[in-house]
């Protein structure tokens, strides 16, 4: 009976976070979750460069796991033109509402790699498959 019950508790130790998280997945072209995404993304660049408000964002890979996303992101000029390379990006759904936590597009020149490291040390509850798949752009 002891055996059944330490059994229990220790699964339940280290299973229930996984029950937890969501399945990963990718936000559908064109719907009201992915254009929000975009949009907060564009206006945490916008309020650093108030110069890029005619260009466009293009989520090359996007990942949404309970309640943080990951996505890469490249900025193009009206004309199809790449502005300045990929940036990765990381937001958190506060309510309703997403907010960039880290851009590479950042003062500090600090890279996608640490900028992972800081979220996933800072936030227990960062998706481990969230942060497998971001690794994927952020190794490259």
Not at 20 to 39: C, F, H, T, V
Not at 117 to 129: G, V
Request: aromatic letters at 12%.
């Amino acid at each position: 009976m002891k055996t059944i019950l330490l059994t229990s508790l220790f699964l339940l130790a280290f299973c229930l976070p996984a029950f937890g998280q969501q399945k990963m997945y990718e936000p559908k072209s064109g719907s009201a979750e992915r254009k929000a995404l975009i949009n907060a993304m564009r206006d945490h660049d916008l309020k650093k460069n108030p110069d890029i408000s005619d260009e466009t964002f293009v989520a090359s890979g996007l990942k949404v796991q309970s309640g943080w996303a990951y996505a890469n992101v490249e900025q193009k000029t009206s004309s199809g033109q790449l502005v300045y390379g990929q940036a990765h990006v990381f937001l958190q759904k506060t309510g309703n509402v997403w907010k960039v936590v880290f851009s590479t597009f950042n003062d500090k020149n600090e890279v996608g790699v640490d900028g992972l490291e800081r979220l996933k040390k800072k936030y227990k509850s960062f998706p481990k498959q969230l942060a497998d798949y971001a690794m994927t752009f952020l190794a490259g």
